[in-house]
């Protein structure tokens, strides 16, 4: 069992856990090869040879080990996200329960911004909707009324994610270990409110290049991405890291993942959500095809 005690300053989260699963010499070695992965940009061997392949606790403590190095080399949290929430993604990695991951803010990017793909070992898009927080979500229970209440308002978004893990080879602890499998985000840049729209309804085209290639609706993602902002927003109750106010949370893909081989823009069109460029300036390790 995990009991985090988390708390945000203006720059960073800090953060004491108390441990009582798994071995710690078996949660270091998990943390320390993802921490060499995202160093050396060299995929990892899969971690589940220390954490076995259902131990979710001991691959979010691992995951909060992982954080904690990131924020201690100076990036700060702006939010979380959602993965595995759309059953054409679990289907492409064979795990079928959602999974989330922290955002950083250097993780994250606005319309049309170049996006340096070196920066990423085998990256993949797909189509989201991302929230912002005008409000906390702290109380146990969460419900889809609290997340609309809390919501200031939704922008189109592109997810960039990725895998410390070699050719993606995943079993749930691996992905949960590994920041759920986080690479970076391209949000749009035009709010819209969340009064009088079903997000369960919307439509989702993902094209490269002028080329289509993922389609996808908001009723892929567990329901309704309000829905999955609940799922989360309970889960981070239950281990004392609620939302809070001017979090972003990305709710989860409306569709399949689509590799990222080579310099291009991938275009985001959202049903009467607008749309968002992220523009991939190289291929993944700066090597053109």
Same mark, same amino acid.
């Given at each position: 069992?995990?009991?985090?005690?988390?708390?945000?300053?203006?720059?960073? %989260?800090?953060?004491?856990?108390? &441990?009582?699963? =798994?071995?710690?010499?078996?949660l270091d070695a998990a943390a320390e090869?993802?921490?060499?992965?995202?160093?050396?940009?060299?995929?990892?061997?899969?971690?589940?040879?220390?954490?076995?392949?259902?131990?979710?606790?001991?691959?979010?403590?691992?995951?909060?080990?992982?954080?904690?190095?990131?924020?201690?080399?100076?990036?700060?949290?702006?939010?979380?996200?959602?993965?595995?929430?759309?059953?054409?993604?679990?289907?492409?990695?064979?795990?079928?329960?959602?999974?989330?991951?922290?955002? !950083?803010?250097?993780?994250?990017? $606005?319309?049309t911004e170049p996006v340096p793909a070196?920066?990423?070992?085998?990256?993949?898009? @797909?189509?989201?909707?991302?929230?912002?927080? =005008?409000?906390?979500?702290?109380?146990?229970?969460?419900?889809?009324?609290? &997340?609309?209440?809390?919501?200031?308002?939704?922008?189109?978004?592109?997810?960039?994610?990725?895998?410390?893990?070699?050719?993606?080879? !995943? *079993?749930?602890?691996?992905?949960?270990?590994?920041?759920?499998?986080?690479?970076? %985000?391209?949000?749009?840049?035009?709010?819209?409110?969340?009064?009088?729209?079903?997000?369960?309804?919307?439509?989702?085209?993902?094209?490269?290049?002028? @080329?289509?290639?993922?389609?996808?609706?908001?009723?892929?993602?567990?329901?309704?991405?309000?829905?999955?902002?609940?799922?989360?927003?309970?889960?981070?109750?239950?281990?004392?890291?609620?939302?809070?106010?001017?979090?972003?949370?990305?709710?989860?893909?409306?569709?399949?993942?689509?590799?990222?081989?080579?310099? $291009?823009?991938?275009?985001?069109?959202?049903?009467g959500l607008g749309e968002v460029d *992220?523009?991939?300036?190289? &291929?993944?390790?700066?090597? @053109?095809?």
């Amino acid at each position: 069992m995990i009991t985090p005690l988390l708390h945000r300053t203006h720059e960073c %989260v800090c953060a004491t856990v108390t &441990v009582t699963l =798994g071995s710690t010499t078996a949660l270091d070695a998990a943390a320390e090869r993802l921490i060499a992965a995202r160093a050396s940009l060299v995929p990892a061997a899969p971690v589940r040879e220390f954490l076995g392949e259902s131990d979710v606790d001991a691959a979010y403590e691992v995951q909060r080990r992982v954080i904690a190095a990131e924020v201690g080399r100076g990036a700060r949290v702006v939010g979380a996200k959602i993965g595995l929430t759309a059953p054409a993604v679990q289907q492409q990695f064979g795990v079928f329960r959602p999974d989330f991951g922290v955002l !950083l803010d250097d993780m994250m990017y $606005g319309h049309t911004e170049p996006v340096p793909a070196a920066r990423f070992l085998q990256p993949r898009a @797909e189509g989201e909707i991302a929230f912002v927080l =005008g409000r906390d979500i702290d109380r146990p229970g969460a419900t889809v009324a609290d &997340v609309l209440r809390a919501t200031d308002f939704v922008l189109p978004a592109i997810e960039i994610v990725d895998s410390r893990i070699t050719d993606w080879d !995943l *079993a749930i602890t691996d992905t949960v270990a590994d920041n759920a499998s986080s690479g970076a %985000v391209v949000l749009g840049t035009t709010p819209y409110s969340l009064t009088g729209l079903d997000l369960s309804r919307v439509g989702m085209t993902l094209e490269r290049d002028g @080329e289509q290639v993922s389609f996808g609706a908001g009723h892929a993602c567990l329901g309704s991405p309000v829905v999955a902002v609940a799922w989360l927003a309970r889960e981070l109750v239950t281990r004392e890291q609620p939302l809070r106010a001017g979090d972003i949370v990305m709710s989860g893909a409306l569709g399949p993942m689509v590799p990222i081989t080579e310099a $291009g823009t991938f275009r985001l069109r959202l049903d009467g959500l607008g749309e968002v460029d *992220a523009v991939i300036e190289s &291929v993944p390790g700066g090597r @053109e095809k």
